[in-house]
C-alpha cells in the first residue's frame, strides 16, 4: 500500500518543539497540510540525543482502527547519535536492549524504518547515525509496541537535526514503519507521536484530530497483559468482512458518545462507551482465554468499562482513581488466572498527554 | 416494537422547566432514570397553554438514526385547552391548519398520540383536552414533522399540568408517537424536544446526551425543500442490510469527528463531516433527483458540507454567516431546477438550542 507522502513544493517548516515536561499544549496537528521536505540539509544540533515514546492503547471498543490514546510512564528509548563510522545518509542499529526478537537490520527494525523515513524527510545525506534501542514494551502485547518505538526513532532523528518537521510528518514516518509490521494503521503511531487521544480522520490524506481531555481531570487505564500470544494478522482474521446495519449504528453512536465523553473528560461515560463495542471485541474476545472473565471481573470490581488494547491480548479498563485502579487491576488479574488459565501482570497509568519527546541530548 | 416505558416506583419528579427565553442552559438528560408518572392526579395550572417544537435534521450524514439537531424558527405550533365537552382522559382534535393531509382522529395524529401518552403518564383522568395543531412544516420533507407536531403536544399537555415530567418522559411520549408513524427512532423527536444536537446512546433504556455546541460560535443550517416526495419507507428499503468493514470504519470515524466538531464548535469540521457519509448518503441521494448536482452546487458555492436532510428529499448544508448561507442556498435551488428538474424552496435557519416550550398561557 503506497505512503501517501506528499512532496509537494517546499513551505516554510513547520516547526516542532520538542515537549520535554509536562502541562505543554497537545499539538493540533492536520496532517492534510502538504508534507515538507527541507530543500537543503539541515544541520544537526546534537552529537546525540535520547527520545522516549509512549504506549498506546488503540481501537478503545467502538473506536476501531481510528482511535487511539497515549499511556504515560510506559515505552520505548532511542538513543541517537551522529556516527562517522556509519554510511552517511544511513543508520546502524548498535544496540537492542529489552527483547531479543529484533531484528539489527534498521530496513526490518520498526525504529530503523521510522528513522529513515525521518532522514529522508529531513534530505540527510552527509551523517550516519547510530541507533540504541531501548525496548520498554514487551512485542505483540496490544499496546503499540512497534509504534512506540517508531514514533521515539522519528522524534530523535527530529531532535538531532533541529525539529524541522511538523508532528505530522513524524506520524507519516512511523506510519511507513508500522505499515510494513502490522498494516496501515495510525491509531497507535498517531498518539505515540502526539500523546493524548487521536482520532484519525482520513488517511488520504492523512488527517489527525487531537482530541483534548480536560487537564482538570484524572484518567488511569488498567492494563492487564496475560502471558498469551495473539497475533495481529490472527485477530484482524476474525473480525467480520461486513457489519449488520443496526451494529452499525450501534457502534457509530457509541464512537461518537466516546469521543464526546473524552472532550468533556467525563470517565464514566468513556467507560461505558469502551465497553459497548458490538462488532469487534465479540469476535476477538473469544480468542483470548479468560477475556469475557477479566471484562466482567473489571466491571464487577468498579471499572469504568473494559475491552481490548488494540488487538490484544493486553485488557485495558479505565478509571479515575489510581488506588481503585490497582484494586481492579488484582481482580483481573485473578480473573485471567481463574478463568483464562493464563498468567497476566497488572499495571495502573495515567494519560500521556505529550507524547513522544526529547530527554536527553549532548549539543555538539 | 414495545415502548420502553420504566413505570418504576414513584420517585421525586424531575421538574421539566419551560424555556421560553434564549440563553437557557440546555437540558442534560438521562432517560435511563426512571421514567416517572405521578400517582395522584395534577390540578391543570392553565386553561390553556400555546405551545411550539423546532423542526429538526436527522442523520447529519454518519450520523445516521443516532444524530439531529434542531432548527430555529421553523415547527409546529399546539394549542391545548381544558375542555368539558371532551370525555375526561381523552384528547379531541379541534382543528389543524396548514396542512390537509392529517387525520383528526387523535389516535392517528402525531399531535394526539404524543398528547395522550404524556396524559398517561401525568395519569389525567379528570379532564378532557381539546387540541388544535398550526402545521408550520411540510410532511415528508426530511425535517420532523412528525416530530415537532409530537414534541409540542407533550410539552403543552406537561406544561398544562404544571410540568411533572422531565425531557426524558416528552421524548418518550414523542417516541410513541414516531414508532406509530415514521419509525422507533429518537434522532428526531429528542433534539425537538431539548433542542440542539442529541446524540441517542441507546433505546433500551433510552439514554440521550445533549451535544453542547459551543454559544460563542454560529450555525445555520441551509434548508432546501424540493418537490418531490420521499416516502420514509422507501429510503428505508433503500439501504443496506450490510456494511463492509472498511466503510463501517470510515463511517465511525466520521461519526465521532462530528461530534468532535458540535462541541467543538468547529462549524468546518461539522460540515466536512457532514459530507463524508460512505453508507447511507450514496444510497439515497440517488432516489431524489438533481440530490448529488445539490450537494456539489452547495460545496462549490462555499458551503462547509451538505447531505440529506433524515429521509430526505430536503438538502441540508451548513455555513456559518447568514448572508452566505442564502447565496448558498440559491445555487442550491438552481440546481436542483438544473439537475433535477425540481422546482424547490430555500430557507437558512440557525440552530436551535432551546426545543421544544410554552409560548403562551393563560392561568385558570
Redesign the interface.
Known amino acids: 500500500m503506497a505512503i501517501c507522502f506528499h512532496f509537494q513544493s517546499p513551505l516554510k517548516p513547520i516547526t516542532f518543539h520538542p515537549s520535554t515536561t509536562k502541562g505543554v499544549p497537545i499539538f493540533r496537528c492536520k496532517a492534510s497540510l502538504p508534507t515538507i521536505t527541507t530543500t537543503t540539509e539541515p544541520e544537526p544540533l546534537f552529537t546525540s540525543v535520547k527520545s522516549f515514546a509512549p504506549a498506546t492503547v488503540a481501537n478503545l471498543g467502538?473506536?476501531?482502527?481510528?482511535?487511539g490514546a497515549a499511556v504515560d510512564g510506559l515505552g520505548d528509548f532511542v538513543s541517537l547519535s551522529i556516527d562517522s563510522s556509519v554510511r552517511p545518509g544511513h543508520v546502524s542499529i548498535s544496540e537492542i536492549s529489552g527483547s531479543s526478537k529484533l531484528s539489527s537490520n534498521p530496513l526490518f527494525n520498526c525504529a530503523g524504518i521510522a528513522a529513515i523515513a525521518t532522514m529522508k524527510m529531513l534530505n540527510i545525506r552527509s551523517f550516519g547515525l547510530s541507533l540504541k534501542l531501548e525496548k520498554g514494551l514487551p512485542l505483540g502485547s496490544g499496546l503499540g509496541s512497534s509504534a512506540a518505538s517508531a514514533a521515539a526513532a522519528a522524534v530523535a532523528v527530529n531532535e538531532l537535526f533541529g525539529a524541522k518537521l511538523g508532528v505530522d510528518q513524524l506520524v507519516l514516518a512511523g506510519l511507513e514503519s508500522e505499515a510494513k509490521v502490522s498494516g496501515y494503521h495510525a491509531d497507535n503511531i498517531a498518539p505515540a507521536v502526539m500523546g493524548g487521544f487521536v482520532?484519525?480522520?482520513?488517511y488520504e490524506p492523512l488527517e489527525l484530530?487531537p482530541?483534548i481531555f480536560p487537564k482538570s481531570q484524572e484518567l488511569f487505564f488498567i492494563l492487564v497483559s496475560p502471558e498469551f500470544e495473539a497475533p495481529t494478522k490472527k485477530m484482524r482474521a476474525a473480525?467480520?468482512?461486513?457489519?449488520?446495519?443496526p451494529h452499525?449504528?450501534w457502534?457509530?453512536?457509541?464512537?461518537?458518545?466516546?469521543?464526546?465523553s473524552v472532550?468533556?473528560g467525563d470517565v464514566v461515560?468513556l467507560g461505558k462507551a469502551l465497553s459497548s463495542d458490538k462488532?469487534v471485541e465479540p469476535k476477538r474476545a473469544p480468542l483470548i482465554p479468560g477475556m469475557e472473565g477479566v471484562k466482567k471481573a473489571a466491571i464487577k470490581a468498579g471499572a469504568f468499562g473494559c475491552t481490548i488494547s488494540g488487538a490484544g491480548p493486553t485488557a485495558v479498563a479505565v478509571i479515575d482513581d489510581e488506588e481503585k485502579g490497582k484494586e481492579i487491576g488484582q481482580r483481573m488479574v485473578e480473573a485471567f488466572l481463574e478463568v483464562g488459565n493464563l498468567r497476566s501482570v497488572a499495571m495502573v497509568k495515567r494519560l500521556d498527554r505529550i507524547g513522544a519527546r526529547l530527554i536527553d541530548s549532548v549539543p555538539r
Open positions: 467502538p473506536g476501531f482502527d481510528f482511535l482520532l484519525i480522520k482520513s484530530k482530541l473480525l467480520p468482512a461486513e457489519v449488520g446495519m452499525h449504528v457502534n457509530c453512536s457509541q464512537a461518537g458518545a466516546l469521543v464526546a472532550l468533556e461515560g462488532i
